[in-house]
T-cell receptor, first 114, second 114 residues
Framework: AQTVTQSQPEMSVQEAETVTLSCTYD???????LFWYKQPPSRQMILVIR??????QNATENRFSVNFQKAAKSFSLKISDSQLGDTAMYFC???????????FGKGTKLSVIP | DAGVTQSPTHLIKTRGQQVTLRCSPK?????VSWYQQALGQGPQFIFQ???????QRGNFPDRFSGHQFPNYSSELNVNALLLGDSALYLC?????????????FGPGTRLTVT
């Protein structure tokens, strides 16, 4: 069984500042993929960033980057230069390489304050 | 290029009734997954359809069933509705072999059971 844990139900950050969202996971798979999804009030789940577990280099997408610590089973998301449009629920998710099932955490509600 | 579409947007049903939700995948996608997202929770995997067959199923009772049509669109059916079935139902589509890399989500159907 796979589990994903997000220990921060809510966070807030000032516009233009940096914020880090935490995620830990557990899996018995040797090869897997980790994701951060964003769900704004419009409800549409949008992929923010993806990390392949076999890659040591941390993924980066513009203002979004991850800190992937495989041994510690930790996968945090850093948002730099926060913008009002970043306000949303953020979900950490995991899928095994041979699976079709995404396992999600409970989410972190991020509010960007003007 | 249309993304994933779902219908209806909202639905109110009475306990014991049956409901059908519909999903059209993103153009070029042939695989459809369904997720249930209860209020304040992360999405939970119900099942995935590929080549008109259920390929993998999550921990949901048989009251939840589905179908995939030759044009890759899909339906989720829930029988004998319970109050606990009230949730946002998300559909996600992907291309064969790419599902572990990214699943594109629709805006969801909000089901309320009274």
């Amino acid at each position: 069984a796979q589990t994903v844990t997000q220990s921060q139900p809510e966070m807030s950050v000032q516009e233009a500042e940096t914020v880090t969202l935490s995620c830990t996971y557990d899996t018995s798979e040797n090869n897997y993929y980790l994701f951060w999804y964003k769900q704004p009030p419009s409800r549409q789940m949008i992929l923010v960033i993806r990390q392949e577990a076999y890659k040591q280099q941390n993924a980066t997408e513009n203002r979004f980057s991850v800190n992937f610590q495989k041994a510690a089973k930790s996968f945090s998301l850093k948002i730099s230069d926060s913008q009002l449009g970043d306000t949303a629920m953020y979900f950490c998710a995991l899928i095994g390489a041979g699976s079709y099932q995404l396992t999600f955490g409970k989410g972190t509600k991020l509010s960007v304050i003007p | 290029d249309a993304g994933v579409t779902q219908s209806p947007t909202h639905l109110i049903k009475t306990r014991g009734q049956q409901v059908t939700l519909r999903c059209s995948p993103k153009s070029g996608h042939d695989t459809v997954s369904w997720y249930q997202q209860a209020l304040g929770q992360g999405p939970q995997f119900i099942f995935q359809y590929y080549e008109e067959e259920e390929r993998q199923r999550g921990n949901f009772p048989d009251r939840f069933s589905g179908h995939q049509f030759p044009n890759y669109s899909s339906e989720l059916n829930v029988n004998a509705l319970l109050l606990g079935d009230s949730a946002l139902y998300l559909c996600a589509s992907s291309r064969t072999g790419q599902g572990v890399l990214e699943q594109y989500f629709g805006p969801g159907t909000r089901l309320t059971v009274t």
